[in-house]
T-cell receptor, first 115, second 111 residues
Framework: DAGITQSPRHKVTETGTPVTLRCHQT?????MYWYRQDPGHGLRLIHY???????DKGEVSDGYSVSRSKTEDFLLTLESATSSQTSVYFC??????????????FGEGSRLTVL | QKEVEQNSGPLSVPEGAIASLNCTYS??????FFWYRQYSGKSPELIMF????GDKEDGRFTAQLNKASQYVSLLIRDSQPSDSATYLC???????????FGTGTLLAVQP
């Protein structure tokens, strides 16, 4: 068990407000990822990190920023939330550090609703 | 746009039958493929991966890869109602070296 916790698990917010989702892991894995999942689109990578202060964009990064100041925490921030960012957000880690990015372990998800 | 395509289903099979889940991909550079299972309201969990042409078996599950046809499949033998879930196919490698997910196929195993 990779020991991933996401918070908050559920959030309702209003358009234009900032939102931060937190992903915390307990096992010092190097790679961490943020995905969003929407009907008809599947899972799409937002941002990922390959170490402290090392992050890169995924396929749907517009409107999102991330930070990783400690190995165990990976934060996803929506600076000004929009209704199109209503989604379920999953954090994931790769348990094979330095190996394939496909063997992922996912957190329980954070459901965000932007009104 | 590099894509992984799956039929959304639902695919309905009777208990004890073989369920066949299929996936095609567009990026010939993709090297590895992964099958994740996702129960309703839960997070995806990895069940198998394959990176060589041919078959790979793990218990009741068999993953098949045909790189010439750009086709990946997952067979579930002796399907059980507990196998009812959405199955996500994902490909890694190619131009972006990122994991690209399909939209998933909903499998319903009827008792």
């Amino acid at each position: 068990d990779a020991g991933i916790t996401q918070s908050p698990r559920h959030k309702v917010t209003e358009t234009g407000t900032p939102v931060t989702l937190r992903c915390h892991q307990t096992e010092n894995h190097r790679y961490m990822y943020w995905y969003r999942q929407d009907p008809g689109h599947g899972l799409r990578l937002i941002h990922y990190s390959y170490g402290v202060k090392d992050t890169d964009k995924g396929e749907v990064s517009d409107g999102y920023s991330v930070s990783r100041s400690k190995t165990e925490d990976f934060l996803l921030t929506l600076e000004s939330a929009t209704s199109s960012q209503t989604s379920v957000y999953f954090c994931a880690i790769s348990e094979t550090d330095g190996g394939t990015a496909g063997e992922l372990f996912f957190g329980e998800g954070s459901r965000l609703t932007v009104l | 746009q590099k894509e992984v395509e799956q039929n959304s289903g639902p695919l309905s099979v009777p208990e004890g039958a073989i369920a066949s889940l299929n996936c095609t991909y567009s990026d010939r550079g993709s090297q590895s493929f992964f099958w994740y299972r996702q129960y309703s309201g839960k997070s995806p969990e990895l069940i198998m991966f394959i990176y060589s042409n041919g078959d790979k078996e793990d218990g009741r599950f068999t993953a098949q890869l045909n790189k010439a046809s750009q086709y990946v499949s997952l067979l579930i033998r002796d399907s059980q109602p507990s196998d009812s879930a959405t199955y996500l196919c994902a490909g890694e490698g190619g131009a972006t070296n990122k994991l690209i997910f399909g939209t998933g196929t909903l499998l319903a195993v009827q008792p």
